[in-house]
């Protein structure tokens, strides 16, 4: 677990722009969940379903909305608790700068420009014509080819790759082995029916606070650029191909996946292993279902759900028919029966 620095819950509700009731000098330690938090750790609870087990828990501290009984702790209320342990949770934390330096096994090519106060890990490659902004940390095994630009306060984990001529902006989080940059899956076919590479030759952009997740790929673009757009939340094993452009604030969960040249609204979020087919266009605020195969463009403000996808009230009815199909075929099978009709065999 993070290290965390020990802040007094008074200082924390000053800076969530909370009150606090009860010790507001109580020294928060720790963060845990209520089933496993002890007297040092501050936990937080979302709303009255949960005052039971905020009653077994061993929290010293609590965040909590208004009007929820907290076993007399010192509490942060709070309408949005989640979110405001979140918050917490990053102050505590703190704001770590980099050690900066480069690491003696590093490779930095001559040409490149590495801000004073970036860090350079073990074994990272930094290719000619690379520029690493302030404070940014390049950690153990990272490769940057040639002419990759990133931003300041960026935190680039283990074993990420990033290809030529891609632009990242500031306070970007690349979790480890994200790919950023590889080529996008494109071919033609020859006279012989044998598929031929299309060369991708474009590049790919990554706007500011924008996070990647582990293993995930953003493909560099045939031609012009794929871009992912500020504040973009991309989660472990995602895939965004070429040329699309993914909005502001759009949230990609686990295996989804866009085909080249979707554009995807601000505001969207994508559920796991939701797709798209290529050359869409996701309006702002849509809502992808897990799983959803979405085959159309999709209007600002859609939810859809299912494979081909379809609005989500249709999709919540069609289950609910699937679910009495049984009985419905139980039904039938009674009524051919009295009216003297033979039932064709059970498929094999």
């Not at 306070?171 to 950023?180: F, K, Q, Y």
């Amino acid at each position: 677990m993070a290290r965390l620095r020990p802040t007094a819950l008074a200082a924390i509700a000053d800076a969530l722009g909370r009150k606090c009731e009860g010790d507001a000098g109580f020294v928060v330690r720790g963060v845990a969940p209520l089933e496993s938090a002890t007297p040092g750790d501050l936990a937080f609870v979302r709303s009255a379903r949960y005052a039971e087990a905020l009653a077994r828990s061993g929290a010293g501290a609590a965040i909590a909305p208004p009007g929820i009984d907290t076993g007399g702790r010192p509490t942060i209320r709070s309408p949005r608790p989640d979110l405001d342990f979140a918050r917490a949770v990053a102050r505590l934390l703190g704001d770590p700068a980099p050690v900066p330096g480069i690491h003696p096994t590093a490779v930095v090519a001559p040409e490149a420009s590495v801000d004073p106060s970036a860090w350079i890990g073990p074994c990272a490659v930094v290719g000619a014509g690379c520029a690493v902004g302030a404070r940014t940390a390049i950690h153990a095994g990272v490769v940057l080819y040639e002419r990759v630009r990133i931003g300041a306060d960026c935190v680039i984990h283990a074993s990420c790759v990033i290809r030529e001529d891609v632009s990242i902006g500031d306070r970007v989080l690349l979790h480890p082995g994200a790919a950023i940059g590889a080529d996008g899956f494109g071919y033609s076919f020859d006279e012989a029916g044998r598929p031929v590479k299309i060369p991708q030759i474009g590049r790919v952009v990554i706007e500011d606070d924008v996070e990647i997740g582990a293993n995930a790929t953003i493909d560099r673009a045939t031609l012009g650029e794929t871009r992912v757009r500020r504040n973009a939340k991309i989660d472990n094993l995602c895939i965004v191909s070429h040329n699309c452009d993914v909005g502001e604030d759009v949230v990609m969960v686990g295996q989804s996946a866009l085909a080249g040249s979707t554009t995807v609204g601000r505001g969207t979020i994508i559920m796991g292993q939701a797709a798209t087919a290529g050359h869409l266009s996701i309006g702002a605020g849509s809502f992808l279902g897990g799983r959803t195969a979405v085959t159309r463009d999709l209007a600002p403000g859609s939810r859809v759900w299912g494979a081909p996808a379809v609005d989500e009230h249709l999709w919540r009815r069609t289950v609910a028919a699937l679910n009495r199909l049984p009985e419905a075929l139980r039904r039938l099978r009674a009524v051919e029966r009295k009216v003297g009709i033979r039932p064709k065999p059970e498929p094999e």
